[in-house]
Each structure stands twice: as C-alpha cells, then as structure tokens.
C-alpha cells in the first residue's frame, strides 16, 4: 500500500546490505567483515514530497517505501558484476550492473560509519541502475539480482 493523492510514484531497484554487527568508523577494506549479506530492495520514491522538502522523510520513509527478499545471501554468491533488473507488469524497465553504480559496498558502509553507528540488522541501499519509472495501482514489480533471485510485489495506491 503506497501514500495516496501523489502523482509521481517510482520504482528503483537496488542491491540491499545487511549489516551483520554493529559497526562505527569502519575501513573500506575491513567493511566486508561487518557485512551479513545481500538482498534485493525496491526504494520506491514519493516524488511528489521530494521536490519539497530537503531529508526525503515523507519521499522515502513512508509505509512500504522499502520491499526486501527474497533472500539474504552471502556476498560471495553475487558476482561483482552481478545484473540488477526490473520489471513491472513482465516488461523490463531496469537492466544494469552492480559495476554501474557510482559508489562500491565498501565505500557506501566506511562512508556511512563515518558519521553514524550502523547496527545489526541495518540495511544499506546502494543506489539504482538508470530507467526508474512510474508505478500505478494495481502493477506487479519484479526486481531481480544476479546470485539473490526475484523479489516479487504488488502496488495498491488508495
């Protein structure tokens, strides 16, 4: 169920990265350790509310903003260059790679430990792969990552 009255709703599909313990001040090349596993996620956007306002609360933090699975596996079962696709309705909308995004794993969590305490059970998004798009009533949503499998939702707006 997404937030009702808003015209721009998007799909993004993106690598997910559970955080396996607690963690601060972590370096790129230790990040791994801290590293529980990979899932897939679809950080649906309220596009609407984030052209107006600065911390993307009510843009990405409102109830079912984040669908997760099917999975969480371990790292070394997605390739590093691993696909990330979606599809709505069976049509493919996003087909990239993980070597696309602009930012690694390592340097998103040293990064973020950088500025705050990460605890277990926390979860990274990284970032999408271009061709993110609208979501309608009623439309089925597949994202799929290499080595992960297919999160499979459905989309109800009020």
Do not use: W
Not at 4 to 31: D, F, M, P, S, T
Not at 75 to 103: C, H, S, W, Y
């Amino acid at each position: 169920m997404l937030p009702a009255g808003k015209k721009r709703l998007e799909y993004e599909a993106e690598l997910a990265v559970v955080i396996g313990k607690q963690c601060r001040h972590v370096e790129e090349n230790k990040v791994m350790e801290v590293v529980e596993g990979y899932t897939c996620m679809n950080d649906i956007s309220n596009r609407d509310d984030q052209q107006i306002e600065q911390n993307y609360v009510r843009a990405k933090g409102f109830d079912g903003a984040a669908p997760l699975g099917p999975v969480v596996t371990t790292p070394d079962n997605v390739p590093d260059d691993a696909f990330v696709r979606t599809r709505v309705n069976g049509e493919q909308k996003q087909d990239g790679k993980l070597t696309d995004l602009i930012f690694s794993v390592p340097e998103l969590v040293a990064e973020i430990t950088t500025y705050m305490t990460l605890e277990a059970g926390d979860i990274v998004s990284t970032g999408t792969p271009k061709g993110v798009g609208p979501l309608a009533d009623g439309d089925e949503v597949e994202v799929e990552i290499e080595g992960i499998g297919t999160l499979q939702h459905s989309v109800q707006i009020p």
